[in-house]
Every structure is written in structure tokens, then in C-alpha cells.
């Protein structure tokens, strides 16, 4: 997780991200390599450097392009990535969608804890339908 002014741009974050990710990837090789899935707003030269240095293959949408079938119809319905799914169930916590904190570290550390009990409850629900 980064944490960043409002008015950095989300590609000027990627490479501190990429480096924030704590889930082991297993090593990439010429057969298995990485690959990276990235919106429009990825399509720079910054977005395809940091990617690049970290070993990933990028498949970022070019901007302008949609995919469209034969006959020029687009071929999928517009879908919320994971991210903003995420993002939206962190704005119900009003101490996160309102930032009170002036310290970075205890911001962050707020948002540590509702991913925390994010995942609880997640957890605690599919024992329950077990």
C-alpha cells in the first residue's frame, strides 16, 4: 500500500507500489514470466518503464482502444476492477474517506487495520456458509 497526495497521478505511483506488494511471486522466467494488467491511465512512458524494471510484461490497454468484435461492437460490458471495488468498501469507514490524521504513518496504519477486518469478515462468512 502507498500512500500519496490526492494530486499525484496513480502512474506516478506505480513503481512504489509494485515495490509495497508483500505476496511472493514466484521467479519469472523466459517460459512463466509476470505479467501485469494495467488500465488506460498506465499507457506513458513512466507506467512502461516501471514495469519493465521489475520484470513484469505489461498489458496495458492503449488509450483511445476498446476491444470490439468483427463487426466493430465492443465485445465486453464495462467491469469495476478490484481495486475500486476495494477502494469503495474502504470509503464506509468515515476516518478513511475523511482523512482527520496529519501523520502519514497513522493514516496508513488506519488503513492497515480496516483491511485487516475487511478480510475478517470475508473469512468469518465463508466459514459460516460452510
Not at 517460459?31 to 519493465?52: F, I, V
Request: hydrophobic share 35%.
Amino acid at each position: 500500500m502507498t500512500i500519496a497526495p490526492a494530486n499525484v497521478h496513480d502512474a506516478k505511483l506505480l513503481e512504489e507500489t509494485i515495490e509495497a506488494i508483500v505476496v511472493d511471486r514466484p521467479a519469472s522466467t523466459k517460459k512463466k514470466p509476470q505479467h501485469l494488467c494495467l488500465d488506460k491511465g498506465y499507457d506513458n512512458p513512466t507506467g512502461h518503464r516501471a514495469t519493465r524494471q521489475k520484470g513484469y510484461v505489461a498489458h496495458i490497454r492503449r488509450i483511445g482502444e476498446e476491444k470490439r468484435d468483427e463487426r466493430n461492437r465492443k465485445t465486453r460490458k464495462a467491469r469495476r476492477w478490484v481495486v475500486e471495488r476495494t477502494i469503495s468498501w474502504l470509503q464506509k469507514c468515515r476516518a478513511i474517506l475523511v482523512r482527520y490524521d496529519k501523520n502519514w504513518r497513522n493514516y496508513l496504519g488506519l488503513i492497515q487495520l480496516a483491511c485487516a477486518l475487511l478480510w475478517y469478515r470475508r473469512l468469518h462468512r465463508l466459514q459460516v456458509l460452510r
